[in-house]
């Protein structure tokens, strides 16, 4: 057989000036794109979208494309990772108060030894522990510090996020 207009997009000449069209393509020299989509029979769950001889199945938002390419399945939740690293957080303020409490027990003896830090400490080795033992006000500085950064966190918009 031959066409003489030769067939287009993959469709092969089968009677004089009569081409037969692959899927997705139609007219005379299979020139012209099929809308699978206008048609009922596409079998998309949700949303389809035409392409140049095919198609292609997508899904509303929150909606997820199931491996057969074209039902939607209600999509998992993402892990939020802002409230990750709140837990996170949390779990850290927790491990450092109970530092202090242990640290607290610890020095108790010392304090019973020297109940105050002298202005200038000696060179004695138990009133250079005493004394840098009683900086436990860092702790608590440090602690406060993750509170700060908490409340920080709670305000931080991540990125990709509304």
């Known amino acids: 057989a031959v066409c003489w207009v030769p067939c287009?997009?993959?469709g092969s000449?089968?009677?004089p000036n009569r081409c037969s069209c692959p899927p997705g393509w139609t007219g005379a020299a299979c020139e012209t794109d099929v809308d699978e989509c206008a048609r009922r029979g596409h079998g998309c769950g949700q949303l389809c979208a035409n392409t140049a001889g095919s198609y292609r199945c997508s899904c509303r938002a929150g909606f997820s494309l199931a491996a057969d390419g074209r039902t939607c399945g209600r999509a998992e939740?993402?892990?939020?990772?802002s409230s990750?690293?709140?837990?996170?957080?949390?779990?850290?303020k927790a491990r450092?108060?109970?530092l202090e409490q242990k640290l607290q027990s610890l020095l108790a003896p010392f304090h019973n030894l020297m109940p105050s830090a002298p202005d200038d400490v000696g060179t004695d080795p138990v009133s250079r522990l005493s004394h840098s033992?009683?900086?436990?006000?860092r702790i608590d500085s440090l602690s406060e510090q993750i509170s700060f950064?908490?409340?920080r966190l709670e305000t931080c918009k991540c990125p990709g996020k509304g």
Not at 133 to 137: A, I, S
């Open 8 to 10: 287009r997009n993959g």
């Open 13 to 15: 000449c089968v009677f």
């Open 77 to 81: 939740p993402q892990p939020d990772p």
């Open 84 to 92: 990750e690293m709140k837990e996170e957080m949390k779990d850290l």
């Open 96 to 98: 450092v108060e109970a």
């Open 133 to 137: 033992l009683q900086q436990l006000d």
């Open 149 to 151: 950064l908490e409340e």
